[in-house]
């Protein structure tokens, strides 16, 4: 069974420093070498710019979202799943798309925090492409400045800021809406990282071509979460 908590709108980021490096020898000159950071990888070409969509995508900008988190194909490592079965694992920020052939499309995630992540099987009811965003009356209850969004007000429009994103994958069971979603996510760099309020966020680019993939009525599993309630 679905264990569903409230939602709860958060995210926070680390901020990283470099480190500096001096010669060993004194010196008169104040100057202070700074290790330059490796240079970061390029993108695929499938991140790039997405110029055909209603509200047209920017390319994901270089060194943001770690490499192991870029979407590829990979062998099967839940080969006891049927073909179309989507398996998401908040452990390893990782959601994988069973194929028939002994391998599965994997796509790096962001995920809820502890206190606020779910667990178990569901199904995918229905899909939207650019959906409108609904703030649950609970979250609008902690946060009255999200009613112009609320279920009464008739939500968020669609767009690029949307929390949504560009697709939505809305979660049933046993015919009733659990109010999670696998959905798009205009924030790159919550890939790899625990802050959203349950949902499961992938790159606008990745729930594009998992929309693209998955059918209607496709079994989802969800592991559960073993992370601290901290970021990841």
Known sequence: MITRRSLLGAASMAALSGCTSMGSRPS??????????PP?????AFYGPIPDETFPVPAVPAGVVPQRYWR??????FPDHAAGTIIVDPNAFYLHLVEGDGSAMRYGIGVGRQGFSWAG?????????????????DMVARQPELA??????GGMDPGLKNPLGARALYLFQNGEDTLYRIHGNPEANSIGRAVSSGCIRLLNHDIIDLHDRV????KVVVRPSTMPDALA
């Open 40 to 44: 970061a990888p390029d993108m695929p």
């Open 121 to 137: 099987d569901a199904v995918v009811q229905y899909r939207r492409k650019w959906p409108r965003w609904k703030a649950p009356d």
């Open 148 to 153: 112009p969004y609320s279920v009464a007000a």
């Open 72 to 77: 590829r194909r990979v062998a099967n490592p």
């Open 28 to 37: 008169t000159n104040s100057a202070v070498a700074v290790a330059a950071p």
């Open 215 to 218: 059918r209607d009525g496709s």
